[in-house]
């Protein structure tokens, strides 16, 4: 901060206005910064986010008690997207792929977790994208890691999630999206994943008013909309 010329008071109300929401050309204006320091600030808190969601990082699902003292499983909805964006000029499949994102919603907390997937094919020099569907060892780490057993794991077509789901003792149900199902009536519960899915499009509405994400800060971008969407009922 020494070699920055604002205040250390501006720095903090910056912080506050950030994080519930102020537009970057709001901020701007608002403390007359320069492109580059607003720019750096706002990187530097979503460095502080990272660091607050790795050190918070939680486990979805498991068994929830009931206020009558019942205990029932959660159930957490689970899918995959990707995350990318239109080269100009260009039509059909004009879309660059930046990352592969996995995420699951538990629907008894709301809570929100969101991790990228390293989709890559062997071969020599630099490594290179694999495209298709994700495989056993890219979607483990994330099942294994964040999703407590006994969960009732809803998820779609992909072939890998079932025998992981119960290798890691989850109740899995899956929702066909390929085959037209889009929900099913289940005992006490509907299988469905739209939750997760709302979660991508208000993700990629979020930051399309960024005017631009470089792939190097893309998984800054994807935690702090996680920080952002789990925090959302806090009085900041």
């Known amino acids: 901060f020494h070699q920055r010329s604002f205040k250390i008071i501006d720095f903090f109300t910056f912080a506050m206005r950030w994080a519930n929401g102020a537009a970057t050309n709001y901020l701007r204006k608002e403390y007359g910064f320069a492109n580059n320091t607003v720019t750096w600030l706002q ?37 995959e997207t990707e995350l990318g964006r239109k080269r100009k000029g260009l039509h059909g499949h004009a879309t660059i792929v930046m990352a592969d994102v996995i995420g699951a919603i538990s629907r008894t907390s709301g809570c929100l977790l969101l991790e990228t997937m390293q989709k890559l094919k062997p071969g020599p020099g630099f490594p290179s994208r694999r ?16 999703i407590r057993p006994g969960s009732m794991y809803i998820t779609d077509g992909l072939r890998c999630q079932p025998g992981l789901a119960k290798r890691f003792g989850l109740r899995h149900y899956k929702v066909d999206h390929n085959a037209g199902e889009f929900s099913r009536q289940e005992e006490g519960f509907i299988a469905h994943t739209n939750t997760i899915d ?17 792939r190097e800060r893309l998984y800054s971008y994807l935690k702090e909309w996680q920080w952002r969407r789990n925090h959302r009922d806090y009085d900041l």
Not at 57 to 67: A, D, H, S, T
Not at 131 to 144: H, L, N, W
């Open 131 to 146: 495209f298709g569907p994700a495989r056993t060892e890219e979607v483990e780490p994330f099942i294994e890691g964040l």
């Open 198 to 214: 709302g979660e991508w499009g208000h993700y990629k509405n979020w930051v399309r008013g960024k005017h631009g994400v470089v």
């Open 43 to 79: 990187q530097y808190l979503q460095d502080i986010v990272l660091e607050v969601e790795y050190f918070e990082r939680c486990q979805l699902g498991g068994v929830v008690e009931c206020r009558d003292g019942s205990k029932v499983s959660d159930i957490v909805e689970s899918d």
